[in-house]
């Protein structure tokens, strides 16, 4: 039977011990504060960053991982596995992708496949996850691809964020719009469509009340009645996750749940009490 070896990227945003227990490789993002330079998850953690986030007076940047990063990996896994799936953040948010194409073709000896999960956040970690699980399941490379490929299309990821400061900072919004949407406590709904982050629409109120409305809006799109996996992500609010948890659980039929905290590259824009379900 082949072995086959499991790579994504820091932003899958996945538990540790998940990513341990499945022997995920893992190639970091990069975070910028000013001319300092960190790897998402190695060398800053998301409790640090979002405390620098809040009180650093230097708003920071992301950056793709370099080719020569994924080459390193790919260059170890080579010599122990007989091929390679590596899984990452959607091509259309980030040149993480195109980073691990051109790595790949360095090794022209290697059975290696780059897959764009089209998704960010846990959304990529739940394809990453079960991709791994049909890997320890003794599938083939292809059985696993499409595992991969149809949680990819079949999943539905939300988001909203506490603060329209942090949009506007990345540019997403202008400062008219930030100003008015805090006079109003207005939240936006945002979801991942075709790979990108698009408006789903607007909420007005305490946020418990527009997570509530965000679990029951999903019922359009997703069956009460067909099991389903879910992830909940957060910055820095454990307690609102595990409330979202238990709405999910008594709307939806919920085969497993997962709870994590999202990193500092998803956390650069969205700010340090964004939501995902």
């Not at 990063?69 to 948010?93: G, P, R």
């Not at 320890?136 to 329209?164: C, D, M, N, W, Y």
């Not at 910055?235 to 994590?260: F, N, R």
Request: contains cysteine; proline residues 4%; glycine residues 8%.
């Amino acid at each position: 039977m082949s072995r086959i070896a499991l790579v994504t990227d820091s932003t899958c945003d996945l538990p540790a011990e998940l990513i341990k227990e499945h022997d995920i490789h893992v190639v970091p993002l990069n975070v910028i504060f000013g001319d300092k330079n960190y790897r998402d998850g190695v060398t800053i953690e998301a409790n640090q960053f979002f405390e620098m986030l809040a009180n650093g007076p230097i708003h920071p940047r992301t950056s793709q991982p370099a080719p020569g990063d994924f080459a390193v990996v790919y260059k170890q896994l080579k010599d122990e596995y007989d091929q390679i799936i590596s899984i990452h953040l959607s091509s259309l948010l980030s040149g993480t992708y195109q980073s691990a194409l051109m790595a790949r073709d360095l090794f022209a000896d290697a059975d290696i496949t780059v897959i764009d999960s089209l998704s960010a956040s846990l959304g990529l970690g739940w394809v990453v996850l079960l991709a791994a699980r049909a890997i320890a399941a003794g599938k083939s490379k292809q059985e696993v691809i499409a595992v991969a490929k149809r949680a990819s299309a079949e999943q539905h990821v939300f988001l909203t964020v506490e603060s329209l400061e942090w949009l506007h900072k990345n540019g997403r919004i202008g400062k008219a719009d930030a100003l008015l949407g805090g006079l109003l406590s207005i939240r936006p709904v945002l979801h991942i469509e075709a790979g990108i982050v698009a408006p789903y629409g607007k909420q007005r109120g305490k946020m418990e009340k527009v997570l509530q409305s965000m679990v029951e809006s999903m019922t359009e799109l997703v069956s009460v009645e067909q099991p389903v996996y879910v992830a909940v992500g957060h910055a820095t609010s454990p307690e609102m996750a595990k409330y979202v948890a238990e709405l999910l659980q008594d709307t939806y039929t919920v085969k497993e749940l997962v709870i994590g905290s999202v990193g500092p590259v998803i956390g650069v824009n969205t700010g340090p009490a964004q939501r995902v379900l």
